[in-house]
């Protein structure tokens, strides 16, 4: 098992997480909206990952950490 995130004493990490996902509305709301019936709910269309949930984790643990 990997080891628990020190979110709390590297309050810079989550700083980083939440600049990027307000730079970048797309990324966001393929990470977190992933049923049309809550996108649709919130008045958004469904936004689809090209490469999936993984490779956006990906992306933000290497501009993270």
Do not use: C, R
């Given at each position: 098992k990997a080891p628990n995130i020190k979110w709390?004493?590297?309050p810079d990490w989550t700083?980083?997480?939440i600049t990027y996902l307000?730079?970048?509305p797309?990324?966001?709301l393929k990470?977190?909206?992933n049923?049309?019936?809550k996108a649709k709910k919130e008045g958004q269309?469904?936004?689809v990952?090209?490469?999936g949930k993984l490779q956006q984790y990906i992306v933000l643990a290497k501009l993270i950490f």
């Amino acid at each position: 098992k990997a080891p628990n995130i020190k979110w709390v004493k590297n309050p810079d990490w989550t700083w980083k997480l939440i600049t990027y996902l307000m730079d970048h509305p797309k990324f966001h709301l393929k990470l977190f909206l992933n049923s049309t019936a809550k996108a649709k709910k919130e008045g958004q269309n469904k936004a689809v990952a090209k490469d999936g949930k993984l490779q956006q984790y990906i992306v933000l643990a290497k501009l993270i950490f």
